[in-house]
């Protein structure tokens, strides 16, 4: 190809700057930093190529195992992803109320900050511990059981939750909680006032969005016997037998666990938006409880 | 002062009505309930006073009118009357029965409470202009469904009756039957009169509360979980301190052998797991989240396709993959681990760098559109770059939870080191399971830290 | 009466924001502040409520001392001025009622108003202030639902419903367009002569301050350098205060 001679004055009159090596080593060193790490991973995962050659028929026999699903005894896997849902439920409500007041008490612009770093660290130390670790924790005060799980889910989902909380709080408009001070309100009041209808639509959709995640991380505390579904899915793919019956109670999760997010995710846009979403769910919703617009304001406000 | 002493010119608007009001009118009807629930009554009588409280809230609600007027006595009598049958039909078979209550008797007591919404809805539509006559079958249907599912939730597992077990153990009543049947009718009451009351107000709110606070009281009285206990077993913390503390970062592997720093190898194959799943997972995920926005799908079918894979991967818990996995290849070796760890990584890293695609600026695609470069030349010249700061980001943070998500998976066999975590746990070593928790609370928090400094560098 | 005596306000920063002020405002003027840009208009007016703090002289207004007064003094003298803000301040989610309602805070009982319990008094007298505003159609809409103009007017009648015997509106009009600042002018004023309010405000444009002041205080870099009747304001004045000649810059309309 030959090159156009796009400016035939203008050559030789600047000097051309000299290409910038930087980023050539800068793509090397990160596929160093990023390489390096994942081979030492790979030597140690006691991998043959076998095995990895191995696995995709496994994991094809595995899913000939679970379907077709047996749904005999569904009605006690029913029960049992109940009982994780309530877990899963409480947890939450747990962690909205506890997470609500150290919210604004790790948010910059409600607090001191003598008081935000403390309460930030309680808050990200608690996030540290995986649910299950904190519930591992838990026994040998609690036992083995719901409470335990109850327990471990809501402290974490304090440390998630109050961390979200704290954020939503610090964007809001500074503006109304200074008109609140020049009318004489307390700083109180101008957190119901000024802070709480800016911030709760958000705050409540986290609230609604960790009751989701918090429904997995309940069906997970049950693999350890904390209850609920968990254990019902790993005793049953212990023994190939019971395969189709793991099976049908991992579709019943998987489909109630859908159902719920969408449910979930169609009343968090609601919230937000302060009207009725257009999504297949919301105008279903719509349909169902009618319009959400004027009480939005109500709760922010009741 | 008077602030506007010119003439008032504006009519001034109606207050439109107020949520919290009714929430708490609903709360005191179920609260004024209770008294009447638990007298020695028969069930009409009963059944007739809940009548009447629904005209009483009715009438504040201002749904019907005053007794005095006709149309109000033919309203409060036609709600007393189906009051006493509808709780009538409730009890009868429940009364009579010689089983433990099963679904078909819930179905067959709940047409009582059916009669007695429908009534109610009859009310709401005879008063109120412009409400739909589906609400007729709406507010029966919602009686009646509160009602069945407060029967089975309560016979299934036969929390409703410890509970009344328990009133009576405090004296507090003679018979369980009654207490049973305050339970359901409390229920029934709440949930019956919010779907009622949000037909009236034509809004969600009063039904959205009342519904989770009548999930909560389910969930709570199902697990036995009460807040009391949570406060009373406050006190087992010192157990727990005791038991855990000081930790213990030395044992023997088994018996007669040295005491080593034993929790070394799986650590590093805990962290191994991580490092592997995080970077294989955060590169599968690119094609998946371009595939999955709408800015950058190459058609329709494949960003179906892609976001349901993404919405299904997700759906199943970490820990689930894990077990599936280490079903599929075998327990025991940190393969499945990996494995599962991969589709944690993909799963999170989809639905983030998907919706970052999602918001940036479409102006540079259609410029690269427009010199004639193909789909994937677009995406990579122009889509990809505004991403990348998000990219990395997203992927520290990725590993991150990694770490954190792979503790556990030792727990079902996946590898790692959360088996010595099970195995010291089922040993009721909870000196050592404490050194264990600490060693992952101070990796997870150093690997925070770090994360956090390089993400300020580039985002 | 407020009065400032050889008032300085330095920031934490510290920066000088005014020097050396002394001033005297009797009850039920209406005063207009006019300066460029970073004068410290908004410093003067927020210096009265204690939003910023005097650090040397003396802010006393209607015989509570500004400077060193206790937080609880400082909460009942704020229910007694009303403020008036250039980015209304309202919250938006909110009702225009609830809005206004806050005006009330400090007189209705904390417990009460944490339920959004208002007595009838209360809300009376909300509506009054909206019906003063003329806008009381809208008290049960939303505030993001207004207009600019008309969400000024929400935040006038929230200063109203404090019962205020000082508003200090800083820059009121300042995000309006022309018809829209004269209306609000107008019932500032209004408010004023009728109710006997003392009324601070800061303006940027001239012609407005002309049209409905009475007094003019000029701030130059912190300082007082003008305080007198608006009328008698002319070229060499006007350079004091702006250290420039008059341009059509500093009118609100050309004409
Ligand atoms: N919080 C603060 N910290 C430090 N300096 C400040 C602060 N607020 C204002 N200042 C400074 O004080 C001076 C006066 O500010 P002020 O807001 O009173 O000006 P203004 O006359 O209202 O200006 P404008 O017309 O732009 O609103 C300015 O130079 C400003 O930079
Ligand atoms: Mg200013």
């Known amino acids: 190809m030959t090159v156009p001679d796009l400016a035939p ?23 160093l930093v990023i390489g390096l790490p994942f081979v030492w991973g790979i030597l140690g995962l006691e991998l043959s190529w076998g095995a990895i050659g191995r696995a995709p028929g496994q994991i094809w026999g595995l899913l000939g195992g679970l379907l077709p699903p047996d749904w005999s005894e569904i009605a006690e896997s029913f029960n049992k992803l109940l009982e994780s849902i309530y877990v899963a439920w409480i947890a939450s409500i747990i962690g909205a109320f506890f997470s609500f007041p150290l919210g604004f008490m790790a948010a910059t612009n ?21 649910e299950l670790v904190l519930a591992i924790v838990l026994i040998p005060a609690f036992g083995l059981g719901p409470f335990t799980g109850v327990l471990a889910i809501g402290i974490h989902s304090i440390g998630t939750l109050g961390k979200l909380t704290s954020e939503v709080i610090e964007g809001v408009d500074p503006g109304p909680i200074e008109a609140i001070k020049a009318t004489g309100g307390t700083r109180f009041q101008a957190m119901r006032f000024g802070v709480v209808p800016q911030a709760m639509p958000n705050i409540l959709a986290y609230w609604l969005y960790r009751f989701e995640i918090n429904i997995r991380a309940s069906a997970v505390l049950g693999m350890i016997g904390a209850g609920g579904i968990g254990a019902e899915i790993v005793g049953r793919l212990r023994f190939r037998d019971d395969w189709p019956k793991a099976g049908a109670a991992l579709i019943l999760t998987i489909v109630v666990v859908l159902i719920i997010d969408a449910i979930s995710a169609g009343i968090r846009r609601r919230i937000i938006a302060g009207h009725p979403g257009t999504g297949p769910v919301s105008r279903t919703l719509g349909t169902i409880v009618g319009d959400i617009t004027p009480p939005v304001a109500e709760i922010q406000e009741a | 002062m008077t602030i506007a002493d010119d003439p008032i010119v504006t009519q001034r608007p109606t207050e439109p009505p107020r949520s919290a009001k009714y929430v708490l009118l609903i709360v005191a009807a179920v609260v004024v309930s209770i008294p009447f629930g638990v007298l020695d009554l028969d069930s009409a009588s009963r059944g007739a006073i809940y009548g009447a409280i629904a005209y009483v809230m009715l009438l504040m609600l201002g749904t019907t009118s005053q007794p005095t007027q006709r149309s109000g006595l033919i309203d409060l009598v036609s709600l007393v009357v189906a009051g006493a049958v509808g709780l009538k039909l409730y009890i009868a078979p429940i009364a009579a029965r010689t089983t433990v209550i099963t679904w078909r008797l819930s179905l067959r007591a709940s047409l009582g409470w059916f009669l007695f919404g429908v009534v109610v809805g009859w009310v709401v539509y005879r008063n109120r202009k412009g409400t739909n006559p589906s609400a007729i079958v709406l507010i029966g249907l919602a009686f009646a469904g509160a009602a ?9 597992v036969g929390y409703l009756e410890s509970i009344s077990n328990r009133a009576i153990k405090r004296g507090e009543f003679q018979n369980i039957e009654q207490v049973f049947h305050v339970w359901v009718g409390l229920i029934v009451l709440g949930v019956g009169l919010a779907v009622t009351t949000s037909f009236v107000l034509g809004n969600a709110v009063v039904i959205s509360v009342t519904a989770a606070v009548v999930f909560t009281m389910l969930a709570f009285n199902k697990i036995q979980f009460s807040v009391f206990e949570m406060f009373s077993r406050a006190t087992q913390v010192t157990t727990l301190v005791d038991k855990l503390w000081p930790p213990d970062f030395t044992w023997s592997k088994s018996i007669g052998q040295p005491e080593t720093f ?18 294989t997972g955060v590169f599968l995920a690119v094609p998946l989240a371009f595939s999955a926005s709408r800015l950058t799908t190459p058609n329709a079918t494949v960003y179906w396709i892609a976001k349901s894979t993404m919405n299904l991967i997700r759906t199943i818990p970490d820990l689930f993959w894990g ?32 919706e970052t695609i999602d918001a940036i600026d479409p102006g540079p695609l259609e410029a690269a559109k427009s010199t004639g470069a193909s789909h994937w030349q677009m995406v990579k010249s122009a889509a990809f770059p505004q991403v990348v700061p998000h990219y990395v980001a997203y992927g520290l943070y990725i590993f991150e939870l990694n770490v954190r998500a792979s503790v556990i998976l030792g727990f079902i066999g996946a590898g790692g080191i959360g088996r010595l975590l099970d195995e010291r746990r089922n040993f009721f070593q909870w000196d ?17 830290i770090v994360s956090i400094w390089v993400r300020r560098r580039i985002v | 009466m407020i009065e400032f005596k050889n008032a300085s306000v330095v920031y934490p920063n510290g920066f000088k924001a005014l020097e050396d002020v002394s001033l005297t405002i009797n009850d039920g003027e209406f005063v207009v502040v006019v300066g460029l840009s970073g004068a410290g208009k908004s410093t003067l007016l927020r210096a009265i409520n204690g939003f910023v703090p005097v650090v040397e002289g003396s802010c006393n207004v209607n015989g509570q001392e500004v400077v060193g007064a206790k937080p609880a003094e400082l909460r009942a003298l704020r229910s007694d001025v009303g403020m008036i803000f250039q980015t209304f301040n309202l919250v938006n989610r909110s009702t225009v009622m609830n809005n206004v309602l806050m005006g009330r805070l400090a007189a209705v009982s904390r417990w009460k108003s944490m339920f959004g319990l208002w007595p009838a008094e209360d809300k009376e007298l909300a509506l009054r202030a909206l019906e003063r505003v003329g806008i009381v159609e809208k008290a049960y809409v939303r505030a993001t639902n207004l207009s600019g103009g008309q969400q000024q007017r929400v935040g006038i009648a929230r200063a109203l419903a404090q019962e205020p015997k000082v508003i200090l509106a800083d820059e009121p009009v300042a995000s309006l367009d022309p018809v829209t600042s004269h209306i609000v002018m107008r019932d500032l004023k209004k408010i004023n002569e009728d109710l006997g309010i003392t009324t601070l405000i800061n303006l940027h444009f001239l012609d407005l301050a002309r049209q409905y002041g009475q007094r003019l205080i000029g701030l130059r870099a912190g300082k007082l350098v003008y305080d007198g009747n608006i009328n008698d304001v002319n070229d060499e004045i006007f350079r004091q205060i702006y250290g420039r000649a008059i341009t059509p810059d500093d009118m609100l309309q050309d004409a």
């Open chain 1, 9 to 31: 004055d203008a050559v030789g009159d600047t000097e051309r700057p000299i290409e910038p090596d930087w980023p050539k080593r800068l793509r090397w060193i990160l596929m």
């Open chain 2, 323 to 354: 077990i599936l996995f280490a079903a599929a290849v075998g327990f025991g070796s940190p393969f499945p681990g990996a494995l599962a760890m991969i589709m944690f990584s993909v799963a999170i890293m989809g639905k983030l760098l998907s």
């Open chain 2, 432 to 448: 050592q399971v404490m050194a264990i928790v600490l060693v992952i609370f101070v990796t997870v928090i150093l690997i925070e």
């Open chain 1, 110 to 130: 409600m607090a001191p900050n003598w008081m935000t770093g403390p309460v930030r660290a309680l808050l990200s130390g608690i996030r540290a511990f995986p």
């Open chain 2, 148 to 156: 069945f599912l407060a029967l089975q939730a309560g016979t299934d």
């Open chain 2, 262 to 279: 034993v929790l070394w190898q799986p650590y590093v194959e805990t962290l191994r797991i991580a490092v592997v799943g995080a970077t």
